[in-house]
């Protein structure tokens, strides 16, 4: 069974930063992509960041490329995202997801990606 553990959330001032980790299980990490997501109050869930486990290609989309940085560690199979220079308009629950099909983390499209399986989100509160 494929599970993801998401964590690393908290308080952050405006201006500082993250680092969240999300640990998986039940696959083969160089086999699946793996992603970042996120939900703020009364929106829709948005991508962030997505990362293929067999060549570690990274993609973002126009909003989060500048100021999140998405990594994994094959080994621990664990991933990781960094934000800096957050904003209020940051916070939300930041979630993981991870599919077997390389195409979900591929040019734009991954964008437009339904992935498959999904962690439980941690809270990032971004104070003013």
């Known amino acids: 069974e494929v599970q993801l553990q998401a964590s690393g959330g908290g308080q952050v001032q405006t201006g500082g930063s993250l680092r969240l980790s999300c640990a998986t299980s039940?696959?083969?990490?160089?086999?699946?992509?793996v992603a970042w997501y996120r939900q703020a109050p009364g929106k829709e869930r948005e991508p962030i960041a997505c990362?293929?486990?067999?060549?570690?290609?990274?993609y973002y989309t126009a909003a989060t490329k500048d100021r999140f940085t998405i990594s994994s560690d094959n080994a621990k199979k664990n991933f990781y995202l960094e934000g800096h220079w957050l904003k209020p308009e940051d916070t939300a629950l930041y979630y993981c997801?991870?599919?077997?099909?390389?195409?979900?983390?591929?040019?734009?499209?991954?964008?437009?990606?339904?992935?498959?399986?999904w962690g439980q989100g941690t809270l990032v509160t971004v104070s003013s």
């Open positions: 990362i293929s486990g067999d060549d570690g290609a990274t």
């Open positions: 997801a991870a599919d077997p099909q390389h195409v979900a983390c591929y040019s734009e499209r991954w964008i437009q990606w339904r992935y498959q399986s």
């Open positions: 039940g696959f083969k990490f160089e086999n699946y992509v």
